[in-house]
């Protein structure tokens, strides 16, 4: 089988960059060879010092308006901030303005996002099934919206009384699931139209694939046609010691080796990052001056079966990045 051009897209960090300045480097990136953007629903950065935390609804909107490709939530939670409502609305809004072009990616929630409105903050087992329950009410709106007939749903942790959306494309969205276990991502190839996860230990994120893959055939699907999505993280500069300088300041969660989900304010994280050390990004995340490096990188994953892959540098020599990559990395990677 002939190769083909893989789908490396741009994340979007609005936990690090003004919007303004988020839309200029993904229509940046788009002009060298980066198809689609990704952007997380933050309220709060991760640190101080990466200083923003804009809506991510507002700015994949305008986005629409200035580029071309897709436009994905990389993800939200409709947990805790927000009822599944809610987030339903806006992803039926943004799919109707951008036909083709919105995927809708959902997760579980982390308490540096949600707890701002003052709500209990559950063990991940709740929360995990919170989420699944928001997407079967997310999916019953679609449904609702695209038949013309009211819904309703009472469940575990969510009421919803007899509605309909008003306003859909002609397609609903496709809805993906953030996982970061085996059990989730099986759960999610029975439940979702794919798969999203973040960049980590290779044979972990193999492992969620298979899950997700068998929880997908257990209910007569084939994997093979589902989405597989992956926001990988890295560092170039145009020194290795640039890099890392770059990945210790900018992006030190990168390199912290437990669960970040119960940490509820920047302050808190950026006490904890003090004890980061070059030797704590081995393994999690490619810290290199060589563009090949991260090539190799990034196709290892393509290899393993990811289908779109959107990339996050972690410095903010953005522009001389997408530059490089758009040159010396995207043409050489394959499908």
């Known amino acids: 089988m002939p190769s083909t051009q893989p789908h490396i897209g741009y994340a979007a960090m ?30 709060q950065p991760w640190v ?7 809506f991510v609804w507002n700015v994949l909107s305008a986005l629409g308006q200035t580029t071309v ?10 947990t805790f901030r927000w009822h599944p409502a809610m987030v339903a609305q806006a992803s039926a809004t943004l799919a109707a303005m951008y ?25 991940a ?40 959306l008003w306003t859909m494309p002609e397609q609903a969205p496709e809805i993906l699931v953030a996982t970061a276990g085996p059990v ?43 989405a597989k999505v992956l926001r990988l993280h890295l560092s170039w500069a145009a ?6 300088s770059n990945a210790i300041t900018e992006w030190p969660n990168g390199a912290l080796r437990f669960s970040k989900s119960d940490i509820r304010s920047p302050y808190e994280l950026e006490q904890m990052a003090r004890m980061v050390t070059p030797a704590d990004f ?18 290892r994953y393509l290899d393993l079966g990811f289908d779109r892959i959107y990339l996050h540098n972690v410095g903010r020599n953005q522009r001389e990045w997408i530059e490089v990559f758009g040159r010396d990395v995207l043409p050489k990677l394959v499908r």
């Open 282 to 299: 081995d393994g999690r995340m490619p810290v290199s001056a060589d563009p090949d490096v991260h090539r190799r990188h990034i196709q």
């Open 184 to 226: 989730a991502a099986k759960r999610a190839g029975r439940t979702v139209d794919g798969l999203i996860t973040e960049g980590a230990a290779f044979e972990k994120v193999a492992l969620l694939l298979d899950r997700f893959a068998e929880g997908a055939r257990e209910i007569g699907r084939d994997p093979s046609t589902m």
């Open 14 to 43: 609005l936990e690090r960059f003004h919007p303004l300045e988020a839309m200029e480097l993904a229509a940046l990136a788009e002009k060298h060879g980066f198809r689609g953007v990704m952007a997380a629903d933050h309220f």
């Open 69 to 78: 490709g897709d436009l994905g939530t990389g993800v939200t939670a409709p």
């Open 239 to 244: 020194t290795d010691e640039l890099a890392m």
């Open 48 to 54: 101080p010092a990466q200083g923003q935390a804009s």
């Open 99 to 123: 036909p083709g072009r919105h995927w809708l990616g959902l997760g579980s929630g982390e308490a540096l996002n949600e707890h701002v409105v003052g709500g209990y903050w559950p063990e």
């Open 125 to 164: 087992p709740e929360r995990i099934n919170r989420m699944f329950e928001a997407v079967e009410i997310i999916k019953k709106l679609f449904a609702s919206g695209l038949a013309g007939k009211d819904v309703r749903h009472s469940g575990q942790f969510y009421r919803l009384e007899s509605t309909r």
